[in-house]
Protein backbone atom coordinates (compact mmCIF):
# COMPACT_ATOMS: atom_id res chain seq x y z
CA UNK A 1 0.00 0.00 0.00
CA UNK A 2 1.71 3.53 -1.11
CA UNK A 3 1.91 6.37 1.18
CA UNK A 4 2.06 9.70 0.03
CA UNK A 5 5.17 10.54 -2.51
CA UNK A 6 6.60 13.12 -3.25
CA UNK A 7 9.48 14.14 -5.86
CA UNK A 8 11.71 15.34 -5.96
CA UNK A 9 13.94 13.86 -2.65
CA UNK A 10 16.12 16.70 -3.42
CA UNK A 11 16.42 19.59 -5.07
CA UNK A 12 19.06 22.38 -5.39
CA UNK A 13 18.47 25.58 -7.32
CA UNK A 14 19.74 28.80 -7.74
CA UNK A 15 18.38 32.03 -6.76
CA UNK A 16 15.53 32.98 -9.54
CA UNK A 17 15.22 29.64 -10.58
CA UNK A 18 11.74 27.94 -10.96
CA UNK A 19 11.30 25.36 -8.70
CA UNK A 20 8.50 22.27 -9.17
CA UNK A 21 7.81 20.17 -6.12
CA UNK A 22 5.43 17.28 -6.79
CA UNK A 23 3.13 15.07 -4.94
CA UNK A 24 0.61 12.08 -5.50
CA UNK A 25 -1.10 11.56 -2.52
CA UNK A 26 -2.78 8.16 -0.70
CA UNK A 27 -5.40 7.28 -3.48
CA UNK A 28 -9.00 7.52 -1.92
CA UNK A 29 -8.36 10.33 0.08
CA UNK A 30 -9.87 13.78 -0.74
CA UNK A 31 -7.57 16.42 1.61
CA UNK A 32 -4.24 17.46 0.58
CA UNK A 33 -2.26 19.45 2.33
CA UNK A 34 1.28 21.20 1.95
CA UNK A 35 3.50 21.87 4.78
CA UNK A 36 6.89 23.82 4.85
CA UNK A 37 9.21 22.80 7.55
CA UNK A 38 12.59 25.35 8.83
CA UNK A 39 14.10 25.13 12.37
CA UNK A 40 12.70 28.50 12.72
CA UNK A 41 9.22 28.29 12.35
CA UNK A 42 8.60 24.39 12.45
CA UNK A 43 5.94 22.81 10.65
CA UNK A 44 3.82 25.68 9.28
CA UNK A 45 0.63 25.07 6.46
CA UNK A 46 0.93 26.81 3.32
CA UNK A 47 -2.01 25.67 1.44
CA UNK A 48 -4.99 22.87 1.96
CA UNK A 49 -7.28 21.42 -1.31
CA UNK A 50 -10.22 19.38 -0.73
CA UNK A 51 -11.61 17.44 -3.54
CA UNK A 52 -9.20 19.26 -5.84
CA UNK A 53 -10.37 22.77 -4.83
CA UNK A 54 -7.90 25.30 -2.88
CA UNK A 55 -9.98 25.89 0.67
CA UNK A 56 -7.09 27.26 2.27
CA UNK A 57 -4.12 29.18 1.33
CA UNK A 58 -3.72 31.34 3.89
CA UNK A 59 -0.02 30.09 4.53
CA UNK A 60 0.98 30.88 1.11
CA UNK A 61 4.03 32.70 1.97
CA UNK A 62 4.02 35.33 -1.29
CA UNK A 63 3.12 35.69 -4.55
CA UNK A 64 6.03 33.93 -5.88
CA UNK A 65 4.35 30.80 -4.36
CA UNK A 66 1.71 28.77 -5.90
CA UNK A 67 -0.30 25.28 -5.79
CA UNK A 68 -2.28 23.41 -8.40
CA UNK A 69 -4.46 20.23 -7.62
CA UNK A 70 -5.73 19.27 -11.40
CA UNK A 71 -6.61 15.84 -10.46
CA UNK A 72 -6.85 13.78 -7.31
CA UNK A 73 -3.67 12.17 -7.94
CA UNK A 74 -2.15 14.91 -8.18
CA UNK A 75 -0.70 18.33 -6.77
CA UNK A 76 2.37 20.96 -7.56
CA UNK A 77 3.67 23.82 -5.84
CA UNK A 78 5.24 26.05 -7.25
CA UNK A 79 8.15 28.68 -6.53
CA UNK A 80 9.07 31.39 -9.11
CA UNK A 81 11.63 33.33 -8.25
CA UNK A 82 13.05 31.20 -5.93
CA UNK A 83 14.69 32.09 -3.24
CA UNK A 84 17.43 32.03 -0.47
CA UNK A 85 15.17 31.92 2.16
CA UNK A 86 12.94 29.75 0.73
CA UNK A 87 15.34 26.91 1.58
CA UNK A 88 13.71 24.21 3.88
CA UNK A 89 11.62 20.34 3.58
CA UNK A 90 8.32 20.79 1.89
CA UNK A 91 5.90 17.58 2.99
CA UNK A 92 2.77 16.66 1.40
CA UNK A 93 0.47 15.42 3.29
CA UNK A 94 -3.12 13.64 2.89
CA UNK A 95 -6.13 12.80 4.47
CA UNK A 96 -9.61 10.90 4.11
CA UNK A 97 -11.71 13.25 5.97
CA UNK A 98 -12.61 17.20 5.72
CA UNK A 99 -12.05 17.42 9.65
CA UNK A 100 -10.46 16.31 12.00
CA UNK A 101 -9.18 13.57 10.40
CA UNK A 102 -5.60 11.82 10.18
CA UNK A 103 -3.04 13.55 7.94
CA UNK A 104 -0.39 10.93 6.37
CA UNK A 105 2.67 12.43 5.45
CA UNK A 106 5.20 11.93 2.36
CA UNK A 107 8.99 11.68 2.39
CA UNK A 108 9.26 15.35 1.82
CA UNK A 109 11.12 17.46 -0.55
CA UNK A 110 14.38 19.11 0.57
CA UNK A 111 14.89 22.67 -0.95
CA UNK A 112 18.13 23.91 -0.88
CA UNK A 113 18.38 27.46 -2.84
CA UNK A 114 21.41 29.18 -3.24
CA UNK B 1 -5.26 31.40 16.29
CA UNK B 2 -4.24 27.98 17.88
CA UNK B 3 -0.97 28.05 19.89
CA UNK B 4 0.51 24.76 20.63
CA UNK B 5 3.08 24.52 23.27
CA UNK B 6 5.22 21.77 23.52
CA UNK B 7 8.24 20.35 26.30
CA UNK B 8 10.50 19.62 27.02
CA UNK B 9 12.53 20.25 23.99
CA UNK B 10 14.98 17.99 24.71
CA UNK B 11 14.68 14.00 26.22
CA UNK B 12 17.20 11.51 27.10
CA UNK B 13 16.00 8.25 29.34
CA UNK B 14 17.77 5.11 29.53
CA UNK B 15 16.57 2.11 27.59
CA UNK B 16 13.69 0.79 29.15
CA UNK B 17 12.32 4.00 31.13
CA UNK B 18 9.08 5.90 30.50
CA UNK B 19 9.46 9.14 28.37
CA UNK B 20 6.79 11.43 28.66
CA UNK B 21 5.91 14.50 26.54
CA UNK B 22 3.52 17.61 27.48
CA UNK B 23 1.62 19.95 25.45
CA UNK B 24 -0.99 22.78 26.11
CA UNK B 25 -3.05 24.49 23.62
CA UNK B 26 -5.15 27.94 23.76
CA UNK B 27 -8.04 27.19 21.70
CA UNK B 28 -11.09 25.85 23.17
CA UNK B 29 -12.67 24.66 20.23
CA UNK B 30 -9.55 21.95 19.38
CA UNK B 31 -10.86 18.19 19.27
CA UNK B 32 -8.09 16.21 17.89
CA UNK B 33 -4.77 15.89 19.02
CA UNK B 34 -2.44 13.41 17.34
CA UNK B 35 1.31 12.77 17.98
CA UNK B 36 3.95 12.52 15.37
CA UNK B 37 7.33 11.09 15.49
CA UNK B 38 9.68 11.67 12.80
CA UNK B 39 13.11 10.07 12.17
CA UNK B 40 16.13 11.79 10.58
CA UNK B 41 15.53 12.57 6.77
CA UNK B 42 12.23 11.08 7.17
CA UNK B 43 8.36 12.81 6.61
CA UNK B 44 6.44 13.04 10.21
CA UNK B 45 4.58 9.56 10.80
CA UNK B 46 1.37 9.36 12.98
CA UNK B 47 1.66 7.30 15.93
CA UNK B 48 -1.61 7.84 17.88
CA UNK B 49 -4.55 10.46 18.42
CA UNK B 50 -7.33 11.02 20.51
CA UNK B 51 -10.27 13.23 20.07
CA UNK B 52 -12.26 15.56 22.33
CA UNK B 53 -14.31 13.15 24.00
CA UNK B 54 -11.72 10.65 25.12
CA UNK B 55 -9.74 11.12 27.91
CA UNK B 56 -7.10 8.50 27.26
CA UNK B 57 -5.93 6.20 24.62
CA UNK B 58 -3.60 3.37 25.03
CA UNK B 59 -1.59 1.48 22.00
CA UNK B 60 0.72 -0.92 23.14
CA UNK B 61 3.68 0.77 24.65
CA UNK B 62 2.25 4.20 24.15
CA UNK B 63 -0.29 6.12 25.55
CA UNK B 64 -1.79 9.43 25.36
CA UNK B 65 -4.13 11.72 28.06
CA UNK B 66 -5.82 14.71 27.14
CA UNK B 67 -7.25 17.36 30.02
CA UNK B 68 -9.83 19.42 28.10
CA UNK B 69 -10.70 21.74 31.03
CA UNK B 70 -6.74 22.23 31.64
CA UNK B 71 -6.13 21.72 28.14
CA UNK B 72 -3.08 19.99 27.96
CA UNK B 73 -2.33 16.78 26.74
CA UNK B 74 0.51 14.10 26.97
CA UNK B 75 2.43 11.50 25.40
CA UNK B 76 3.32 8.65 27.16
CA UNK B 77 5.85 6.02 25.97
CA UNK B 78 7.10 2.96 28.51
CA UNK B 79 9.72 0.45 28.34
CA UNK B 80 11.67 2.93 25.41
CA UNK B 81 13.54 1.23 23.14
CA UNK B 82 16.69 2.47 20.88
CA UNK B 83 14.15 2.26 18.19
CA UNK B 84 12.31 5.34 19.90
CA UNK B 85 14.82 7.66 19.54
CA UNK B 86 13.34 10.40 17.43
CA UNK B 87 11.62 13.74 17.31
CA UNK B 88 8.50 14.04 18.62
CA UNK B 89 5.70 16.30 17.47
CA UNK B 90 2.10 17.38 19.27
CA UNK B 91 -0.63 18.90 17.15
CA UNK B 92 -4.06 20.36 17.76
CA UNK B 93 -6.62 20.78 15.55
CA UNK B 94 -10.43 22.27 14.90
CA UNK B 95 -11.22 21.30 11.78
CA UNK B 96 -8.67 20.14 9.30
CA UNK B 97 -6.11 22.98 10.86
CA UNK B 98 -3.35 21.48 12.29
CA UNK B 99 -1.23 23.70 14.80
CA UNK B 100 2.14 21.59 15.58
CA UNK B 101 4.29 22.04 19.03
CA UNK B 102 7.87 23.06 18.39
CA UNK B 103 8.84 19.30 18.89
CA UNK B 104 10.63 17.10 21.04
CA UNK B 105 13.83 15.42 20.56
CA UNK B 106 14.09 12.19 22.55
CA UNK B 107 17.18 10.02 22.59
CA UNK B 108 16.95 6.72 24.32
CA UNK B 109 20.39 5.69 25.64
CA UNK B 110 21.22 1.84 25.62
Known amino acids: DAGVIQSPRHEVTEMGQEVTLRCKPISGHNSLFWYRQTMMRGLELLIY????????DSGMPEDRFSAKMPNASFSTLKIQPSEPRDSAVYFC????????????FGPGTRLTVT | GENVEQHPSTLSVQEGDSAVIKCTYS??????FPWYKQELGKGPQLIID?????GEKKDQRIAVTLNKTAKHFSLHITETQPEDSAVYFC?????????FGAGTTVTVRA
Open chain 2, 91 to 99: AAANDYKLS
Open chain 2, 50 to 54: IRSNV
Open chain 1, 49 to 56: FNNNVPID
Open chain 2, 27 to 32: DSASNY
Open chain 1, 93 to 104: ASSLALRGGEQY
